[in-house]
Nanobody, 121 residues
Framework: QVNLVESGGRLVQTGGSLRLSCAAS????????MGWFRQAPGKEREFVAV????????EYSDSVKGRFSISRDNAQNMVYLQMNSLKPEDTAVYYC??????????????WGQGTQVTVSS
């Protein structure tokens, strides 16, 4: 069992930056592939980024590639999402996710409760 708690979401202006954090408790986060998803109002939850257990691999959705960066600190049981050059369309609730497989888009084992990011125009 892994408990995930996100933090760092807030209101930010277009072009600004935020760093989201995901704190894991229970089983070591190093045992899991970690990722971030987001859900905007009226839309389905969508994949944002994934990072492998050893941080050797990372992938991003086309909409955030080049602006967002995912990282992890297994010793601290933390996962991060650095978001730069934010746009109003990045407004969403952001969720941390843990999975046993790298293809976590449809294989998430644990979800956090989400943190709200709002980008004003």
């Amino acid at each position: 069992q892994v408990n995930l708690v996100e933090s760092g979401g807030r209101l930010v202006q277009t072009g600004g930056s935020l760093r989201l954090s995901c704190a894991a408790s229970g089983r070591s986060v190093g045992s899991y592939v970690m990722g971030w998803f987001r859900q905007a109002p009226g839309k389905e939850r969508e994949f944002v980024a994934v990072i492998s257990r050893s941080s050797g691999l990372a992938e991003y959705s086309d909409s955030v590639k080049g602006r967002f960066s995912i990282s992890r600190d297994n010793a601290q049981n933390m996962v991060y999402l650095q978001m730069n050059s934010l746009k109003p369309e990045d407004t969403a609730v952001y969720y941390c996710a843990a999975a046993r497989v790298y293809e976590l888009r449809s294989n998430v084992d644990y979800w956090g409760q989400g943190t709200q990011v709002t980008v004003s125009s």
